[in-house]
């Protein structure tokens, strides 16, 4: 079935430098590609998103990279900040219906 | 975007028992989903709330272990039947169709369940 590898698992960075987080799908009809940021015990947050007609998208410090037709896309955080450890989660849609599924996560933590 | 609520915040359950969750959204919404997250964990799609008609599961869920309502655009019922101590998770609803873009997906808080 349809599957969203995310890299790496963990990611610990010193306060201002970059943090990138990677993922691949398996769905090459998938078009859409949100980020959620998680902290402890609170819901996923909606983070920025990508849909498959661009490639880069930037808000502030995030930005987004879409590769198609390596079926990748990435997550860039710079000049980090203490606010910015939490849980990654990236997604892709698959199907119709708005449905989407979810990498694993990467715990990022911000070293001071 | 909408708001949503889900009741209850967190329960604990007996094994054997069962637990209706709530999820409230204070505006019409297109899609609703149920989704469950293990401690540490990602989250997983249990099903599409389906308004007026059966939910649609995913592989490894079935409707009796989880019932699911949605009985207008606005609320929807996930119940965890005969529950076990696997069951434990935070259970989560989300919806899309609020705002302009209209898939994209916003979560409730969560329901947190423990099942001794």
């Known amino acids: 079935g349809e599957n969203v590898e995310q890299h790496p698992s963990t990611l610990s960075v010193q306060e201002g430098d970059s943090a990138v987080i990677k993922c691949t799908y398996s769905?090459?009809?998938?078009?859409?590609f949100p980020w959620y940021k998680q902290e402890l015990g609170k819901r996923p947050q909606l983070i920025i998103d990508?849909?498959?007609?661009?490639g880069e998208k930037k808000d502030q410090r995030i930005a987004v990279t879409l590769n198609k037709t390596a079926k990748h896309f990435s997550l860039h955080i710079t000049e980090t900040q203490p606010e910015d450890s939490a849980v990654y989660f990236c997604?892709?849609?698959?199907?119709?219906?708005?449905?989407?599924?979810f990498g694993k996560g990467t715990r990022l933590h911000i070293l001071p | 975007s909408a708001v949503i609520s889900q009741k209850p915040s967190r329960d604990i359950c007996q094994r054997g028992t069962s637990l209706t969750i709530q999820c409230q959204v204070d505006?019409?919404?297109?899609?609703m989903f149920w989704y469950r997250q293990q401690p540490g964990q990602s989250l997983t799609l249990i099903a599409t709330?389906?308004?007026?008609?059966?939910?649609?599961?995913e592989s490894g869920f079935v409707i009796d272990k989880f019932p699911i309502s949605r009985p207008n655009l606005t609320f929807s019922t996930l119940t965890v039947s005969n529950m076990s101590p696997e069951d434990s998770s935070i259970y989560l609803c989300?919806?899309?169709?609020?705002?302009?873009?209209?898939?994209?997906?916003?979560f409730g808080p969560g329901t947190r369940l423990t099942v001794l």
């Open positions: 769905d090459s009809a998938s078009n859409y």
């Open positions: 505006s019409q919404v297109t899609m």
């Open positions: 990508i849909r498959s007609n661009v």
């Open positions: 709330a389906n308004q007026g008609s059966e939910a649609t599961y």
């Open positions: 997604a892709a849609s698959i199907g119709r219906d708005d449905k989407i599924i």
């Open positions: 989300s919806v899309t169709g609020t705002g302009y873009l209209t898939d994209t997906q916003y």
